[in-house]
């Protein structure tokens, strides 16, 4: 016998904000370029909803977070354009459509 919890919904440790770090998630919405997919950034103590707007020569990322110093916002957004271009490359240099969800944990002070 094992030791299952009680509630048949057992939270996995990936959803939900993370202890440390900041956890992205994306959802790509269309299939043309440039390619627009909306999520969160989740960190300890937010959830932050951003937008991305990806094709072969630009990254733009837009989050929404007025509580947050600019400076973090700033690094929040440059952090994510990185994420996001290193999960795109190589279908975007394919000519192919980029993944349709995009899912990262990086370190984040």
């Known amino acids: 016998m094992t030791d299952a919890p009680s509630d048949d919904r057992a ?8 202890d440390h ?3 992205l998630v994306l959802v790509r ?3 043309r370029s440039p390619f627009h997919y909306e999520g969160h ?3 300890s103590a937010a959830s ?3 937008r991305v707007e990806v094709s ?3 990254t733009v990322v837009q ?4 509580g947050l110093e600019a400076d973090v916002v700033a690094r929040l957004e440059h952090m994510v354009s990185a994420l996001v271009r290193a999960a795109t490359r190589a279908e975007l240099g394919a000519g192919v459509a980029p993944p349709r969800k995009i ?5 984040f002070p």
Do not use: F
């Open 11 to 18: 939270e996995s440790p990936y959803q939900g904000r993370p």
């Open 21 to 23: 770090g900041l956890r």
């Open 29 to 31: 919405r269309g299939d």
């Open 41 to 43: 950034v989740y960190v």
């Open 48 to 50: 932050i909803p951003v």
């Open 56 to 58: 072969a020569s630009a």
């Open 63 to 66: 989050a929404n977070a007025p």
């Open 103 to 107: 899912v990262r944990w990086r370190g």
